[in-house]
């Protein structure tokens, strides 16, 4: 089966090296192989993802020298498919309206988190509300999210970069939004909907996505959608200890293109990749005929300076 990978940015804002490092190596594991990489702006949140964001994350895997296959797919064009999606969901009796705030659920009592955990355990208190109990909630003012009813049982995974993964939905994370009390589509929904759509067999991202993969699996599942193959890498730390972000705006492309060429910045994403045994300019298409997962570290890298 040919291989096909993603590009998959959120583009709220210039994109950083830990951007262009999960880019990097999504583009050279599918090219090394001859396969496919498609381009998706992940811009569900319109507000915080305006066009410029889209237009300058482009501009920038160009500049790189990271292209693609296809027409950029672009996530807030796609709101009729989730909708699709989650009514398809629905007719399994699997969703139900979720009036809980952020601040009750944080306050809430839940079973201990997993270490990995981003977040508190959802403890089900609106599963079983009654029509009478939604409908006052809804006349004091709360607008509903929309869950998924999670099952009791180990969803796991072999990741292609780190190894074994698995995760009991229902201890670790709990019923999951799929559709915001805003309106906005989730993450997890959107992830699936789109890599079955776009036939993804690879996906390439950060190791701190790789908590939320047993749940993409069981919406998979339940979707009748296939598993891609998911490697996660390690994460571009700062040097006291955080990772690299946008809202941070850490070493942006935008900055380090006026102080680098491209094929010097790659060279120095390469070799902190574990592909370049000291930095030294080079191209991604040179690259991609040597490029192996077995190189690649498997623990966060800090950045400390650019040579």
Known sequence: MSVVGRLA??????MHLGNAFAALLAWLSARSQGGQILLRLED????RCPARFSQGVMEDFCWLGLDWDNDPVYQSQRFRYYEDC???LDAKALLYPCYCTRRELHAAPTEASAPHAAAPVYPGRCRELTQAQRMELEARGRRPALRLRVPDQVYSLIDGHLGPYAANLAHEV?????????GLYAYQLAVVADDAAMEVTEVV???DLLSSTPQQLYLQDTLGFPHPRYFHLPLLLAPDGRRLSKREGDLSLLALSKRYKPRELVGVLAHWAGLLDVPAPVSPTDLAAE????????EDITVTALP
């Open 86 to 88: 989650l009514a398809r």
């Open 291 to 298: 490029f192996s997962w077995e190189r690649v570290p498997t």
């Open 205 to 207: 991202r950060g190791r």
């Open 9 to 14: 940015p959120s583009p709220s804002g210039e």
């Open 44 to 47: 569900l949140d319109l507000p």
């Open 174 to 182: 709990g019923d999951f939004i799929l559709r915001r009390s805003d």
